[in-house]
T-cell receptor, first 115, second 111 residues
């Protein structure tokens, strides 16, 4: 069975540019969450989506946005890139939102480098 | 802020049991303890989770103290492939699915 997939695996951008990262959840999973992981730190929560609606947002600026599609895949968009946006961006999927012990499964991540 | 405290690094000999501690002294009654690990530059991998009782699966065992203020993840027969950063996370029951991660423990398995 395919796990969570993310594309691209690596990306290099320059300051001020825009980037779109993509995530396909495990088949049957309806919830997708996005995390940013800076080198040497644990992941930081950015967004959670369930049934195409935003259900949670972390402490990130409005330059960060996301959406979920009818097939439950998701995109993370970052505008006006800064050097500090360089990080590993992780997508995680879970079956649903309401199940109290639902487990998140992570994709391999997209390594974004901003020059 | 992360609600857990873990040692920054630990060593373990290959073939031995690796015991990774985690303190979560402010845990609430409805919060679960989750463990993930992350092998260098890969996505985190789910290991195990529990609420009150000890849990075991094919990867590891989770021992939670009676007062639930601390827990220990046990890898029974560590291999070199178990070298990774291990994260202990507490997560409340309910619809808020945000996981708050600390810095984790870097576990190095030595031959």
């Amino acid at each position: 069975d395919a796990g969570v997939t993310q594309s691209p695996t690596h990306l290099i951008k320059t300051r001020g540019q825009h980037v779109t990262l993509r995530c396909s959840p495990i088949s049957g999973h309806k919830s997708v969450s996005w995390y940013q992981q800076v080198l040497g730190q644990g992941p930081q929560f950015i967004f959670q989506y369930y049934e195409k609606e935003e259900r949670g947002r972390g402490n990130f600026p409005d330059r960060f946005s996301a959406r979920q599609f009818p097939n439950y895949s998701s995109e993370l968009n970052v505008n006006a890139l800064l050097l500090g946006d360089s990080a590993l961006y992780l997508c995680a999927s879970s079956l649903s939102l309401a199940v109290s012990t639902d487990t998140q499964y992570f994709g391999p991540g997209t390594r974004l480098t901003v020059l | 802020d992360a609600k857990t405290t873990q040692p920054p690094s630990m060593d373990c000999a290959e073939g031995r049991a690796a015991n990774l501690p985690c303190n979560h002294s402010t845990i609430s009654g409805n919060e679960y303890v989750y463990w993930y690990r992350q092998i260098h530059s890969q996505g985190p991998q789910y290991i195990i989770h529990g609420l009150k009782n000890n849990e075991t699966n094919e990867m590891a065992s989770l021992i939670i103290t009676e007062d639930r203020k601390s827990s220990t993840l046990i890898l029974p027969h560590a291999t070199l492939r178990d070298t990774a950063v291990y994260y202990c996370i507490v997560r409340p029951r309910g619809s808020n699915y945000q996981l708050i991660w600390g810095a984790g423990t870097k576990l190095i398995i030595k031959p």
